[in-house]
């Protein structure tokens, strides 16, 4: 069973770099059949894709954060990260890890789907 | 790149059908049929219900179903049911190797 689980810190003050990461059990994220993504809700909004990396050592990047985001794998740790750079409160959100990719039966779809969800973390930009 | 529209609530009684729609441009939604749709509960973590604007994922039930047309994409629940009551997000691919979500839209069951 994959499971995916979020950590890092809870409080960020604003100007200061979020950093987050995503530990992956049951799969690799060395294994090239997916992308894995961050994505996040702030509070009262809806969710926001924040961008993804693969195992070639790319990524993709919302154009709205690409300046501030960089997301990066660790495949000895087998784990993935997201830093996000001059945060301010605008970024006080829940923030997912997620697996892009739908595969089932031995027959794996387009990317962008994701469909295995960290439990997500809540991270407030404030002094 | 703007979030794709959906209506900010929808909703309908046990056993009716509802349609939830999905509204970006030709350079997203209009482009390609990757969009995907999630469920999301109240503290709850996103659902994948639809991918590849038809298809189901194994497990989701067969009363969900997406369709699209020209630059709307729309998520269909037939046999309306309490435990359908959440938000539903829409999402496309929008071309360059990125992603949009829509803005969300509660669904309520009277």
């Known amino acids: 069973q994959v499971q995916l689980q979020e950590s890092g810190p809870g409080l960020v003050k604003p100007s200061q770099t979020l950093s987050l990461t995503c530990t992956v059990s049951g799969a690799s994220v060395s294994s090239g059949t997916y992308y894995w993504t961050w994505i996040r809700r702030p509070a009262g909004k809806g969710l926001e894709w924040i961008g993804r990396a693969y195992t070639d050592g790319s990524a993709n990047y919302n154009p709205s954060l690409k300046s501030r985001v960089t997301i990066s794998l660790d495949t000895s740790k087998n784990q993935f990260s997201l830093k996000l750079t001059s945060v301010t409160a605008a970024d006080t959100a829940v923030y997912y890890c997620?697996?892009?990719?739908?595969?089932?039966?031995?027959?794996?779809?387009?990317?962008?789907?994701?469909?295995?969800w960290g439990q997500g973390t809540v991270v407030t930009v404030s002094s | 790149q703007s979030a794709l529209t959906q209506p900010a609530s929808v909703s309908g009684s046990p056993g009716q059908s509802i349609t939830i729609s999905c509204t970006g441009t030709?350079?997203?939604?209009?482009?390609?049929?990757?969009v995907s749709w999630y469920q999301q509960h109240p503290g709850k973590v996103p659902k994948l219900m639809i991918f590849e604007v038809t298809k189901r994922p194994s497990g989701v039930s067969n009363r969900f179903s997406g369709s699209k047309s020209g630059n709307t994409a729309s998520l269909t629940i037939s046999g309306l049911q309490a435990e359908d009551e959440a938000d539903y997000y829409c999402?496309?691919?929008?071309?360059?190797?990125?992603?949009?979500f829509g803005g969300g839209t509660r669904l309520t069951v009277l």
């Open positions: 999402c496309s691919y929008a071309g360059s190797y990125t992603l949009v």
């Open positions: 997620a697996r892009d990719r739908y595969c089932s039966g031995g027959t794996c779809y387009s990317h962008d789907a994701f469909d295995i």
């Open positions: 030709s350079s997203d939604v209009g482009g390609y049929n990757l």
